[in-house]
Each structure stands twice: as C-alpha cells, then as structure tokens.
C-alpha cells in the first residue's frame, strides 16, 4: 500500500503493449512512449523557446511522463477507437480521471494528494505546455506507425494512425516547433526506404512463383 504500491506499479507500465491485439514487428510498451514523449517534448520545447516563446519546463515535463499513467487502469485503447466521436473520448477521459482519482485515494499519502491530482490529470491542455504535449505524443505514435508500414506490415490500422497521428500534428502548425517538425523532421524520415505494400506483395508472389 502507500508510495511502495505506487512506486511497484511503475514496472507494470511496461508491461502494458501498445496497440494490442495486432502483428506488429516492433512491440512498444507505454512506460517507453512516456520516455520518448518527453524526450520529444524536451526537443519541442527547446524549439520554442529559441523562437522566443516561455517555457514552464516543470510543467512540460510533468505532463509529459504523467500523460499515459492512467493506461495502468485501463490498459491502451487504439487511438481510432479512442477517437471515433469525441462522447466517447469523453467518456474513456471520464472513467480514467476516476479511477485515477481512486488510485491517489487509497495510495497516495493525504500530505501529496493534492500534488498528484495536479499531475495525473489531464495534460493537453491550451497551454504552450499542453499543446507541446498534444504534439509530442503524436509524433512518437507517428514513428511507431511509420515503422510497422516501413517493415511492410500489410495490416491497414497502421496506415490509419499514421494519417490520424500527422493530422493531429498538421493543427498546432501554428507553433514553431511543429513547423520545424515538417520542414526538416517529416522529409528525413520519408526518404528513409522501406518497403511499400505493392513491392511486398509482389516480392511474395515471386517467392512462391520461384519456389522460394
């Protein structure tokens, strides 16, 4: 019970898998995207304070490693799922904010409940933080959609994140961070070769053509 119960389920985050239920090549695990949002974050954020912009980096940085601990209640759910009308969105935002709120309830010590309310709830908010957030968390999902289509993974829910993901970015291109993103980030990645679907498809048919 206490800190202990809290600090024991951190372990558990790894093993809650990204995107379940689908082949994928490259299994992720929600305690390594919060790693890498944050350290996408920090990138943005570096982006946007050298443009001028105030950054409050112990809010960005708490948002981003708390973004996803509610996962430990709910396990992921996949984000055209997640996203297919926002009463649903809702919805999901309604039951991870209470079990949550149970969790800092019945772990967390009265003296730190306050604090940890503040930083389990949600981050993407209509600050230069959250808005960071919104797109660093996109970003990441991005890159792991990208390379399951990189791999030749045929399965079609990955192309449908990787659009949903890139239009969620496209809207907050209104920050310099993401403007830097798709002028130099986005290009590298797409010359990046990989395997279409049509090659992959052909490659098979050759192969069971030929014999092998």
Known sequence: MGIHHYFKSLSDLETLVRCPGRFKYHEHNVASHSFKVTKIAQFLGTVEEQDGQEVDWKSLYEKSINHDYAELFT??????????????????????DEMVKKFISNEIPPEFQAVYRERFKEGKDGSLEGRILSVADKIDLLYESFGE????????????????????????????????????????????????????????????????
């Open 75 to 96: 396990g992921d759910i996949k984000t055209p799922v997640k996203y297919a009308s926002a009463e649903l969105r809702e919805l999901f935002s309604q039951v991870e």
């Open 149 to 212: 289509i990189q791999k030749g993974n045929p399965e079609p829910l990955f192309m449908e994140i990787y659009q949903e993901a890139l239009s969620t970015i496209v809207k907050f291109k209104d920050l310099k961070c993401v403007q830097y993103f798709l002028e130099f980030i986005l290009p590298d990645m797409l010359s990046e070769k990989f395997i279409p679907h049509s090659e992959l498809k052909e490659r098979t048919e050759r192969l069971i053509r030929d014999g092998g």
